[in-house]
């Protein structure tokens, strides 16, 4: 049994839903030495976070933030969480929603992901800036 962690940055993204898998890969070439396992990546932010989902239409993606958006709107009057910005609540909330990390199979080097799945950075902030991710392999 073997683990490997590492942290590395994203790059600034605007607000939106972003893939992020072959930059995953591409700063985690230790999931190469595991023939089987578990690559567990986490986000160490409270107004971004991670999921998995279609990865070919780029619609997709769009329609999340467009969902999001509408689910959990800015501006509301009740919210108390507001002196970072009218974006800040709804980002913490949306965050809470999707969550803050994905757990894939590793399978001969590689992330075992379907066909049409990717990684999605989730930005809820307008300027959320560079975001830390902390990626673990567990496995042989």
Request: proline share 4%; hydrophobic share 35%; with cysteine.
């Amino acid at each position: 049994m073997k683990i490997h962690q590492q942290q590395f940055h994203l790059k600034e993204r605007k607000r939106g839903f972003h893939l992020i898998t072959s930059e995953i890969e591409e700063s985690f070439p230790a999931i190469k030495e595991f023939s089987k396992g578990i690559c567990h990546v986490f986000i160490q932010h409270t107004s971004a976070s991670l999921t998995i989902n279609e990865d070919a239409d780029p619609t997709v993606r769009k329609d999340f933030e467009y969902f999001f958006n509408k689910a959990v709107p800015e501006n509301d009057p009740e919210y108390i969480h507001n002196y970072e910005g009218d974006d800040d609540m709804p980002a913490h909330l949306k965050a809470a929603i999707l969550g803050s990390s994905v757990t894939i199979p590793i399978t001969n080097g590689r992330l075992a992901l379907g066909t049409w799945q990717g990684i999605y950075l989730c930005e809820h902030r307008n300027h959320g800036g560079a975001r830390s991710i902390m990626v673990t392999a567990i496995g042989e």
